[in-house]
């Protein structure tokens, strides 16, 4: 089954990462794109995660998981090799409806991290289901040459016009003419 795109607004979002190596790392450079409402709870800490935790001001509990530790957590990010812990987690996640992602098992994930690309108020997520993380990840590199930095201000532009311009087909058609010929502009 394919996942549903959906991009979530992480405001009041209270977010868990249990583990805290490499792979914990990669996931809370990711999100801290995003929010700064994270938690961590592992015995054991990377370098580079000491490093993000401490730089974020995050929370951190350094000690093993503990049943009942995802409680007050809208989204929980299992990092860790243990699949009996990564189950008994994504099975104890159902009590208190949380969304798990648990890291290379998407037999115990609600959702999935996609590749992404993020430049100021430009987001692009590409996922392939699992299928193929790689391609994935060469697909977002290849967008990325191919949008140019210039995106941020146009973007600053258009987000300006949309809170000045009276709302109506004029100015839904102003700004669908303005977007395409930004885009065009970018074979020049």
Known sequence: MSYFPAFLKFDNKKILIVGGGYIAFEKLDHLLDFTQEITVIAPELSQQM?????????????????????SDYDIIIIAVDDIALQA????ESKQYRCLVNAVDSVDYCDFIFPSYM??????????????SPAMAKHLRRYLEKMIPESISEFLQEMKQLRRTLPKGKERMQMLDQKAQKYIESWKQ
Request: proline letters at 0%; a neutral charge; charged letters at 30%.
């Open 88 to 91: 008994e987690i994504f099975d």
């Open 118 to 131: 993020k430049r100021d108020d430009l987001t692009i997520a590409i996922s392939t289901s699992g299928a």
């Open 50 to 70: 000491k490093d993000g935790i401490a730089a974020n001001n995050l929370t951190l509990h350094r000690r093993v998981y503990h049943k009942g530790d995802i």
